[in-house]
């Protein structure tokens, strides 16, 4: 067992480092308090090729492993944590999904644009009633023709507000073996957005209503039984999320340590006090062993879909480390730590979404424990 990158990683690292500093160093606050997609970031992403990374060359993309767009994901974190939502849109995401499962004709008129930079697709799975309970989900696909009718609506759905397309899970039938997806195009007759929302990290989302929007046949991604592919799928969008659960931490927990060096009170520096050190002695622990987790997990993914158990295993670890690092990053910082000159209160808000969005700390370990005792646990009443 080698706990080294290989030089071919190291080396792509270190390019990926080269291009955010010279890139995205520069307005990193700036971005991390705009509310727009940074486009710009986006086509000079395409341009470096780091969207589509483990997507196949014939598709348009690098060919890549997992680890590689972790790698890409953790480096440009390091350096501009907006940015790397950049990085989860063009690799992680739903982008992932239509790459694996989608038909030649719907990668061509979704699949290209998102690789240039030039478009963003969303995923909508969570619904006002169906959030933790997601095989709850109502949207209807109703056949019309040759296509579908899909009715019902989608919340907090990340990037929708400026999405050219939704992978909508939708049912086709009763029960979880009736859900399946469909490529909503956001500007379709039928497709409305409610009024837009904020969350506390600053992203914005807006209620996604569709009154019997009509799917050609061409846009169904997977019919009724592909409800075990998609979560297939979604758990790459899951480890793009560890990584920048455990990547704001880190970067909030290497400004706390540069500021500890500098900082002094009673004429002491910050770090020479012991009650500090143990602290940052933590927070070192817990980096170290949310990587190992994550890389665990990237590293063995089959075929770029990693497995549902070390995934569960480094989502609810990064994510509580990920946020209690850049807490305590906070704390270190003081009063600097908690305003919005610095970056770290950006990085601890960003953490605390990450808890609950792309299945909540407690649903995983829901199935952690499935796995533990090999069996499953129904969370339904008499269950
Ligand atoms: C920043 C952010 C981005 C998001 N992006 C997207 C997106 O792009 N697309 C999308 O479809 N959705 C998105 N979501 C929605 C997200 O997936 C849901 O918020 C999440 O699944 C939880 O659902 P809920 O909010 O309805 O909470 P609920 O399901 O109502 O849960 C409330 C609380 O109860 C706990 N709970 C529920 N059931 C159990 C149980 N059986 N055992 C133990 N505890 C339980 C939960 O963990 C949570 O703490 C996003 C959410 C956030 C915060």
């Not at 989502?315 to 850049?326: L, P, S, T």
Request: aromatic share 10%; charged share 25%; hydrophobic share 40%.
């Amino acid at each position: 067992m080698d706990f080294r990158f290989t030089p071919e990683q190291e080396a792509f690292r270190d390019s990926v480092r080269r291009f955010a500093e010279k890139h995205l160093a520069a307005g990193a606050l700036d971005r991390a308090h705009a509310t727009d997609y940074p486009w710009d970031v986006s086509r000079l992403m395409a341009k470096q090729g780091l969207l589509g990374i483990t997507v196949a060359e014939a598709d348009g993309g690098q060919g890549g492993a997992l680890m590689d767009a972790v790698i890409a994901i953790e480096t440009v974190a390091s350096v501009c944590p907006r940015s790397a939502d950049v990085v989860q849109a063009g690799n992680f995401g739903p982008i992932r999904v239509l790459a694996e499962y989608g038909t030649p004709r719907q990668k061509e008129r979704y699949l290209e644009r998102l690789l240039a930079g030039e478009g963003v697709i969303s995923v909508g799975m969570t619904e006002p009633e169906a959030g933790s309970a997601v095989t709850d989900l109502t949207t209807t696909a109703t056949a019309d023709g040759d296509g579908y009718r899909i009715s019902g609506s989608k919340i907090f759905t990340t990037h929708a507000p400026y999405a050219d397309v939704i992978l909508a899970y939708v049912r086709f039938g009763p029960g979880v073996g009736g859900i399946g997806s469909v490529l909503v195009d956001t500007k379709s007759p039928g497709v409305r957005f409610g009024q837009r929302s904020t969350f506390m990290s600053g992203e914005e989302w807006a209620q996604i209503y569709f009154d019997d929007a009509y799917v050609p046949p061409e846009m169904v991604v997977l019919r009724e039984g592909g409800f075990k592919k998609q979560i297939a799928g979604f758990n790459v969008e899951r480890i793009g999320n560890t990584s920048r659960s455990l990547a704001l931490g880190r970067y909030a927990y290497e400004r706390a340590r540069e500021w500890a060096m500098q900082r002094k009170q009673f004429g002491r520096l910050l770090c020479e006090f012991q009650g500090l050190q143990w602290k940052f002695a933590d927070m070192k622990m817990k980096l170290d062993a949310g990587q190992l987790l994550l890389y665990r997990a990237a590293a063995n993914a089959d075929r770029g879909f990693p497995s549902a158990e070390e995934t569960a295993i480094a989502k609810a670890y990064c994510n509580q480390a990920g946020f209690d690092v850049a807490n305590e990053a906070l704390q270190v910082m003081g009063g600097l730590g908690y305003s919005q000159e610095a970056l770290v209160e950006y990085c601890v808000r960003r953490c605390r979404g990450w808890m609950i969005a792309g299945g909540s700390i407690e649903i995983l370990k829901n199935r952690i424990a499935e796995s533990v005792f090999e069996r499953t646990f129904s969370q339904r009443p008499g269950g």
